[in-house]
């Protein structure tokens, strides 16, 4: 797989221009304001192979999003300046990324999910190795997936996901196959796809 930087800046940056709508809300979300959220889809060049790195959050009881596979980010404070500060402050909360060690190439597609939240992607280069500083707080570990195999369609499905158990009927959600005993699904593996899309990047 051949990523190259600059195009793909010049692709968002024309998908931009073009005020290339977010992606559709999820399936159950319903119509009210939502939360504004960002998050950083990291790319790296690790041994001559372009990935994607993820978190998996930490486990914790009362949190409906512990234990997922997911991008750096989260809300954005009242203090932000951006959507792309909300995005790096999370990265160095998160994992300890300095923001000015990431090349920020561009916005991909936003997308609103069935927990209240309108959640804007950024997508970055980071130097590879690098030092990372995980928050035990929030993050478990950090994921490296190929993108090789993210982008080959024999890798993921669409299920049926019930937000609330006692739904009659589930919802239609993105799932990938295992990875190294982790799943990627829901919002975050959306996400993947639309900038798949976005930057038409195909097997």
Known sequence: MI??????????????NQLVKPSPPLPGSERKEKQPAAVLIPLLLDQEDWKILFIKRTHHQDDRHSGQVAFPGGRADVDDTSLLYTA????EEEIGLNPEDVE????????????????????GILPWPYPLKLSKVEVEKTILIPINWLIDPQNHQIKFWKPDPSAEEGIPVIFFKEYLGDILWGVTAQ?????????????
Request: net charge negative; hydrophobic share 45%; aromatic share 8%.
């Open 88 to 91: 790096l402050r999370e990265a």
């Open 3 to 16: 990523i190259n930087p600059d195009l793909i800046k010049g692709q968002l940056l024309q998908a931009q």
């Open 104 to 123: 920020i190439l561009g916005q991909s597609c936003p997308i609103t999910t069935v927990t209240d939240y309108e959640v804007t992607p950024f997508v």
């Open 191 to 203: 996400i993947v796809l639309d900038f798949f899309e976005l930057i038409d990047l195909t097997p």
